[in-house]
């Protein structure tokens, strides 16, 4: 699990339309994601989990998406679809 930094909120507004200050609280998440930006992602066969840098100080926030990524780890281990998630 680590950080990655923030994509700067033009480059964001861009790629998408959505508008968010700096820090935006999204990464880029690479293939095979169903998603361009995400607070956070994980890839279960290498154990791999990013988060964007800028929520380590956001408190219980951060704490709610390392157990969201957590927990898409156990399910992925157990065998289950994820692609719902």
């Given at each position: 699990m680590s950080a990655e930094p923030d994509v700067a909120a033009g480059?964001?507004?861009a790629a998408t339309g959505l508008e968010r200050s700096d820090p935006t609280g999204m990464i880029a998440c690479p293939e095979p994601c169903n998603v361009r930006y995400a607070a956070a992602y994980s890839f279960y066969g290498r154990?791999?989990?990013r988060y964007a840098a800028?929520?380590?100080d956001q408190g219980?926030?951060?704490s709610f998406v390392l157990e969201y990524e957590f927990e898409?780890?156990?399910l992925a281990a157990l065998g289950y679809n994820l692609r719902w998630r």
């Open positions: 480059v964001l507004l154990d791999l989990t800028s929520w380590e219980d926030s951060f898409n780890q156990i």
